[in-house]
């Protein structure tokens, strides 16, 4: 419930405030009692599941600030629409946050450690002193998605991806068969990564299930290892690493 305890956060800084929420869970059950308990529900308004024209029309634009307390993520594609939108992102520090490098700490967003909403909620508070430097903020973020999350970017950069595939030579026995390379690739990492949270395969396609929301269920060794995997898969993955070191 990290985003109650940012709440209560910022209540006890004295921070005058009012949440958002869209969308609709599993638990936001839980959360409503929470906030209900905490004496904040009258701060909070649930939106449900909301149509394109509302979200990106009206709500999103009316923010000051959106909340990312992810562990991990590929993305977040909402905080990049919130960036687009000239809010500022209060981000924590998930794991992939630097292979975008979208979310600067300080530059393009405020960033916090993972489960710590008490330490965003004392930074955010501590921000608001100087509200022309969170304008500031968000302004750079907002200029960054300008720039690098649009059409046009995202084509260059797939033609040079492609491109330097097609320039490589094929390894000595590879098929160009692209089925076989897929298989091979998932084969490699999608059983590592369940031999780590030691959850056999539930589902035959690619997108039916997320390893990371059986991840709370798993032993404390199997989360430190997968942990460790992670960190050594985005080491390997950080922009501007030689090929060599990989």
């Known amino acids: 419930m990290d985003i109650a305890e940012l709440a209560c956060g910022l209540r006890d800084r004295g921070v005058d405030f009012a949440i958002e929420i869209a969308g609709a869970g599993s638990c936001e059950r839980e959360l409503r009692e929470r906030l209900e308990r905490d004496a904040l529900s009258e701060r909070a308004t649930f939106h449900g599941w909301l149509n394109a024209e509302f979200l990106y029309g009206e709500l999103l634009p009316s923010l000051d600030v959106l909340f990312v307390s992810s562990d991990a993520e590929t993305g977040p594609l909402v905080a990049?629409?919130?960036?687009?939108?000239?809010?500022?992102?209060?981000?924590?520090?998930?794991?992939?946050?630097?292979?975008?490098?979208?979310?600067?700490?300080?530059?393009?967003a405020m960033v916090f450690p993972v489960g710590e909403p008490?330490?965003?909620?004392?930074?955010?508070?501590?921000?608001?002193?100087?509200?022309?430097?969170?304008?500031?903020?968000?302004?750079?973020?907002?200029?960054?998605?300008?720039?690098?999350?649009?059409v046009d970017r995202a084509v260059d950069s797939w033609s040079a991806v492609l491109d330097e595939i097609v320039r490589r030579p094929c390894r000595a026995g590879m098929q160009a068969d692209t089925d076989t390379l897929i298989g091979g690739i998932r084969e490699t990492v999608e059983d590592r990564v369940r031999g780590f949270l030691q959850r056999p395969r539930i589902s035959g396609t690619w997108h039916g299930e997320w390893m990371r929301y059986r991840l709370p269920e798993a032993p404390a060794a199997v989360k430190k290892d997968f942990e460790r995997f992670l960190g050594e898969l985005e080491e390997r993955l950080a922009p501007g690493r030689d090929e060599g070191q990989a």
């Open 118 to 150: 008490r330490e965003a909620a004392r930074r955010l508070a501590e921000g608001l002193r100087n509200r022309a430097e969170l304008q500031r903020i968000a302004e750079r973020g907002r200029r960054l998605a300008a720039s690098s999350l649009v």
């Open 80 to 108: 990049w629409e919130a960036m687009a939108h000239g809010v500022l992102v209060l981000s924590s520090r998930f794991r992939g946050l630097t292979r975008e490098g979208l979310l600067r700490d300080g530059d393009t």
